[in-house]
């Protein structure tokens, strides 16, 4: 396990959303290595054991527009996975959970420095968000 708590440490150590930090440390998360089948296996799976699932690409090079390309399909289950390419992982939690958490942290200037291509995924998680009922 010790592989798997290191990667956990560090996605720990370099985010910085309040939120993430919290859940990842206080274990709330679980982590895990794998490709699409995996994710999909999680998300059929999903039970609420865990607020977060980091799944951490292992052959699996194309995970960042995969993830992309299926968020109205998760919609649909409230779930979504939120690609990471700059540091290597992707997180799957519930679309809800997600956007109550964006909603706090925008009040707080928390986005105040995103560039406008990171405030477009916030906008459109949050429109699948209300969506998702619906899809």
Same mark, same amino acid.
């Given at each position: 396990?010790?592989?798997?708590?290191?990667?956990?440490?560090?996605?720990?150590?370099?985010?910085?959303?309040?939120?993430?930090?919290?859940?990842? /440390?206080?274990?709330? %998360? &679980?982590?895990?290595?794998?490709?699409?089948?995996? =994710?999909?296996?999680? #998300? @059929?799976?999903? *039970?609420?054991?865990?607020?977060?699932?980091?799944?951490?690409?292992?052959?699996?090079?194309?995970?960042?527009?995969?993830?992309?390309?299926?968020?109205?399909?998760?919609?649909?289950?409230?779930?979504? /996975?939120?690609?990471? %390419? &700059?540091?290597?992982?992707?997180?799957?939690?519930? =679309?809800?959970?997600? #956007? @109550?958490?964006? *909603?706090?942290?925008?009040?707080?200037?928390?986005?105040?420095?995103?560039?406008?291509?990171?405030?477009?995924?916030?906008?459109?998680?949050?429109?699948?968000?209300?969506?998702?009922?619906?899809?």
């Amino acid at each position: 396990m010790g592989f798997m708590s290191d990667a956990l440490d560090d996605i720990v150590r370099n985010s910085n959303c309040p939120f993430a930090t919290e859940t990842l /440390a206080d274990g709330r %998360a &679980k982590i895990i290595e794998g490709n699409y089948n995996t =994710l999909m296996t999680e #998300v @059929d799976n999903w *039970n609420d054991e865990y607020e977060v699932i980091v799944i951490l690409p292992k052959n699996w090079t194309t995970y960042y527009k995969w993830c992309l390309s299926m968020e109205e399909v998760f919609a649909k289950d409230d779930l979504i /996975a939120i690609p990471n %390419a &700059k540091e290597g992982y992707v997180l799957l939690q519930r =679309l809800s959970d997600l #956007v @109550d958490a964006s *909603n706090s942290l925008m009040r707080s200037g928390f986005y105040d420095d995103y560039t406008m291509e990171q405030i477009a995924h916030v906008i459109r998680r949050r429109r699948l968000a209300e969506e998702w009922p619906r899809l």
